[in-house]
């Protein structure tokens, strides 16, 4: 967790590239882990479980999220229960519908019931939140992800979204809230402030993190410097009369 400037919010790192995983997994900032079939691809994964225990064997007893990738509701099960296997530390991302959007809530309610930890993913409705809210055992941990960053991009103010989000689980009091694809780093205090527990960070968004609190008249400065020294860098000149 950030406790600078008040931030409780849970930090997971997103990404499946095992150097990486390393790096963050030094990171006293980060409490978690999340993965998911594109990021594994864009890294070259092949072997799926072998990908799965070697990042195991780096993130400790920390919390590391896995996804199903059938898109068959009883040969998605099989994979969730094979993943929840992996370890107490391993949610199983089930994706909120399958390709042809039919809702995974009955599939949520079966794992949900028998004890394994869910991270339902690809949220961008609050119509979707309260779908997943019924379906979740009060008694069993889970994540809910929201793609708050997806709703941005579709212009809409996802703040509202995340706020209604917290509200429909409130009866779910050991589901945690999830901000998801955050594209920049005033995201990270967004969703502290709607009350989320959890939100996933890239490198990009992670290198940001020492900005936090910076004297803005000082950023003002090093910011003048680094055009000034470009352009001198650069061998810029405009002929002067």
Not at 13 to 21: E, F, N, V
Request: include cysteine.
């Amino acid at each position: 967790m950030i406790s600078k400037n008040g931030l409780n919010i849970a930090i997971y790192a997103d990404g499946a590239d095992l150097d990486t995983i390393a790096a963050r997994a030094a990171d006293p900032r980060i409490s978690g882990f999340t993965t998911n079939p594109t990021l594994m691809r864009k890294s070259g994964i092949e072997d799926y479980e072998r990908f799965a225990e070697d990042a195991l064997a780096i993130v400790g007893n920390r919390p590391i999220s896995f996804e199903v990738f059938a898109d068959d509701f009883p040969t998605m099960e099989k994979q969730a229960r094979k993943i929840a296997s992996w370890g107490t530390n391993v949610a199983v991302k089930i994706p909120v519908t399958n390709t042809r959007g039919e809702s995974a809530a009955p599939l949520i309610r079966a794992l949900s019931a028998d004890g394994i930890t869910v991270n339902v993913t690809a949220i961008l409705t609050t119509e979707q939140v309260a779908k997943v809210a019924e379906a979740l055992s009060a008694d069993t941990p889970a994540i809910v992800s929201v793609f708050a960053g997806r709703i941005a991009d579709t212009g809409r103010d996802p703040v509202p979204y995340m706020v209604e989000s917290k509200r429909l689980l409130a009866g779910k009091p050991k589901a945690k809230l999830l901000w998801a694809s955050p594209r920049e780093l005033l995201n990270i205090f967004q969703a502290d402030e709607c009350g989320c527990d959890i939100i996933t960070v890239t490198d990009d968004l992670l290198k940001k993190l020492q900005w936090i609190g910076r004297d803005l008249d000082t950023l003002s400065l090093e910011t003048v410097k680094m055009f000034h020294d470009d352009a001198v860098s650069a061998g810029f000149s405009i002929e002067i009369n």
